[in-house]
């Protein structure tokens, strides 16, 4: 059972939640911090890419590769 913090129950089930959120609010209050969660997966993908470019590059600077004959 959850916790109320010793306030009245608000909702019987997770549908009425859910509806009571449509019905007030409009579809798109259940996209709301999808933008940010959107940007953060950015981010995480693009210091991904950044690293392995980076270890590229350091690999090359310090193991040079022989020249061919």
């Given at each position: 059972?959850?916790?109320?913090?010793?306030?009245a129950v608000k909702y019987k089930s997770s549908i009425q939640c859910a509806a009571q959120i449509l019905k007030?609010?409009?579809?798109?209050?259940?996209?709301?911090?999808?933008?940010?969660?959107i940007l953060r997966g950015v981010a995480g993908a693009g210091v991904l890419a950044g690293f392995d470019k980076f270890k590229?590059?350091?690999?090359d600077f310090r193991l040079p590769k022989k020249p061919t004959p």
């Open positions: 059972m959850m916790m109320t913090s010793g306030q007030n609010e409009g579809a798109m209050s259940f996209m709301k911090g999808a933008g940010a969660n590229e590059l350091y690999a």
